[in-house]
Structure formats: C-alpha cells, structure tokens
C-alpha cells in the first residue's frame, strides 16, 4: 500500500523540467498564432527592431489564428502603394527643387553681376559664369542648395510617413572598434567601385564613347578649399544620410528591408548624376544600409560616409597642391596607407560581412515588394534620375 501510494505521488508529480518544456511549446505555439507585428513575415534574418509596425498596412495581422496570405489584397496592396507613392513623392520633390533653387539663385546672382544691364549681355553672361564657376560662389550656393533640399524634404517625408526622426539615431550595439572596421570596409568598397569603373570606361571607350567624369577642381583659392571640405566632409554625409539611409530607407523598408537598402542605395547612385560616382555610391549605398539596419540607426552610416569623403577629398587636396619631388613622395606614402587601409578592409569583408549578407527576402515578402512598380511616383522618381544621368552625359 506504502508503496502504491508512492508511486502514484511520483506520477502525479511533475518535473519542473517538464514543465518548463510544455510552457516553451505553449509560448511558441502561442507565437505562431499570434504573429509580431515588427516581423510578421517571420523573417529571422531582418533586425526586428529596424521594422516598422505592420499593422499600419495590415491591421489584422495580430488576429487569433490569422495567416498572412501569399497574395496581398486591394487593400493591402493599396497600403503598401501609400508609403511607397509617398518615398518617391518626395524624392521627386527634392531632386526637382534642387535644379529649380540652384538655377533661381544662379539667375540672381547674373543680375546682381548686372549681366542683363550690360551692352552685350551674352559677354558679360560668359565672364560671371567663369567667375562663379571658379570661385566659392558657386560651391557655397551649391552646398547650401543640395543641404537645405535634403534636410528639409527628409524631415518632411518623415513627418508624412509618422517616422520620428530622433527613432534614426537611437544606435544599439555600436562601438568604436566597429566604426574603425565599417570605414575600411568602406574604403575596400570605394577601391574595388574605382576598379569596376576603369573596366567599364575602357569598354565605353572602344566604342566610341567617353563617360563623363566627376569634377574635382575645387581648390581654386582658400574660400573654395574651405567650403568644399565642409560641404562634402559634414554637410553632404549627414544629410544626405538623413534623407536616403534615413527617410526613404526607412519608408521602402516597410515591406522588406531587403528592397529598402536595394532601393535606396539606387537612387542614392543615380542622384550623383554620373556612371563614374554611381558606381561607388551604389556599392557604398548598399553597405551603409546594411550596417543601418544592423544597428537600427544612421549614425554608423554617417560617420563611415564622413570619413570616406574625408579621405577622397586629402587625396585630392594633395594631388593639387602637393607638385614637388617631396610632395610626391608624401603622397606616395598616403596612397600606400590608403590602400593598405582597403585591403584590410576587404579581408573584414571576407572575415565578418560575407556571413551576415543584406536580409532576404520571403516568399510572401517578394510578392509585396512588386507592389513598387505599380506605384507612379516611385517610378517616376527613378526614371527622373536615369534621364538627369543621361542627359547630363549627352552633354557633356
């Protein structure tokens, strides 16, 4: 009887292994219903914490026992079209008040140089466009155009899409040793773009054609020098972080953050209006989204497009100013930093990036992602800045 009743205690005992077991099966199967509406794709691979609410586009998705379908419905894909018009929108918006402003303050500044109370305008006309065009003039109102357009349409796309802008720089994870490895990665980047373009401009070349190139005769005089070094070393990455990495990757990303970085690392490209730099911006694009998403913020972005720039620009600096026998030996040892700086940066590629690739996307994610094509706004932005490409290489 004693030993009955024992063995009935033990059965009706339970393990607290075992307990812990049936409560982790609940949960997980209580989380199979009920899916998180920051990854209701379940895509292990994308940062949960980068994805925005999803109930914005489907707000069912936390329904008891609720699968998302393969296919979207009107609805759905009407909700998705919204955010997708809205990034192109104002993209559309920015690029065009770039060129409007930029030609505007240009036509001010010919009147002010009294080009149209001159005798013959079309002389004077010619002397104040080489004077602005070698003189910090035209870099001042040009840094101060592209700044203002990208900041102010930035804040304004956030605003439309409900994305507070002070969520772009709330950085998890970062430290100062990674910051040090995404710049070289960087630089490895910008040497292997520089190599893609020397093969593409041979393949253009023998057939009769010749890419135009970026301009880097910036150094004319101090006042140039020193606006040239803020614009393109602080102004030109943090805001133009904030506008591509932070309101349109953000906005692109809220499907998949796949097309997000993939989108907004194209036109990222495309807007530097030439195959030599949309090569370097698209590649760079590319990993500075990825790092984005990773620590859920633009300041690693930032800073990597800072300090990449920044070296760009000592390069150049140095090649125009540095003509002596001892100049070009200094110069000779910085390039040789320079590309020890790459190669470590390649190996980091190889060492860290290559197993943690830019998130995939899923099956159902795919399919919401065509969605982008039936969006006229994206669309045309991105047939905008091909046609500014294009024109601007057929006029040159």
């Not at 001159?118 to 006309?125: C, E, I, T, V, W």
Request: charged share 15%; proline share 4%; glycine share 4%.
């Amino acid at each position: 009887m004693h030993i009955a009743m024992e063995e009935n205690s033990r059965v009706s005992t339970p393990n607290p292994k075992n307990v812990q077991t049936i409560q982790s099966q609940k949960s997980q199967s209580s989380s199979s219903k009920t899916p998180n509406p920051q990854n209701p794709f379940d895509n292990a691979m994308e940062n949960v914490a980068y994805r925005s609410d999803y109930r914005k586009i489907l707000p069912q998705v936390l329904l008891p026992n609720y699968q998302i379908p393969l296919q979207p419905d009107k609805a759905e894909r009407r909700a998705i079209r919204k955010y997708f018009n809205k990034a192109g929108f104002w993209m559309f918006i920015t690029c065009v008040s770039e060129q409007f402003l930029y030609s505007i303050l240009y036509l001010i500044l010919l009147v002010i140089m009294g080009v149209y109370s001159s005798a013959s305008p079309y002389d004077a006309s010619i002397d104040a466009d080489n004077y602005i065009n070698n003189s910090s003039i035209g870099i001042a109102i040009n840094a101060l155009v592209f700044a203002l357009c990208n900041a102010l349409f930035a804040w304004i796309g956030c605003r439309s899409t409900q994305t507070p802008i002070k969520n772009l720089f709330q950085t998890h994870n970062l430290r100062i040793s990674n910051v040090l490895r995404y710049f070289c990665t960087g630089l490895g980047l910008q040497c292997l773009a520089g190599f893609l373009y020397n093969f593409v401009e041979s393949f253009f070349a023998s057939n009769g054609v010749t890419l135009v190139e970026a301009d880097f005769s910036y150094f004319q005089n101090g006042k140039s020098t020193i606006t040239v070094i803020m614009y393109t070393c602080i102004l030109a990455p943090l805001t133009e972080e904030l506008l591509y990495r932070g309101f349109l990757m953000k906005t692109l990303s809220r499907v998949s953050t796949r097309f997000g970085i993939i989108m907004s690392a194209l036109l990222f490209g495309l807007a530097h209006g030439n195959v030599e730099q949309f090569l370097l911006a698209f590649i760079l694009g590319l990993y500075l989204g990825k790092i984005v998403e990773r620590h859920n913020s633009i300041v690693p972005s930032i800073l990597v497009h800072m300090g990449i720039n920044t070296t760009s620009i000592i390069l150049s600096l140095m090649y125009e100013k540095l003509t002596t026998n001892t100049g070009e030996i200094i110069i000779s040892l910085i390039v040789m930093a320079y590309y020890a700086t790459a190669l470590m940066g390649i190996f980091f590629w190889f060492w860290k990036e290559k197993k943690t690739p830019i998130p995939y996307s899923t099956q159902k994610q795919a399919v919401r992602n065509r969605v982008a094509w039936s969006s006229p706004w994206l669309f045309v932005t991105v047939c905008l800045y091909i046609g500014i490409m294009i024109l601007n290489q057929v006029a040159s």
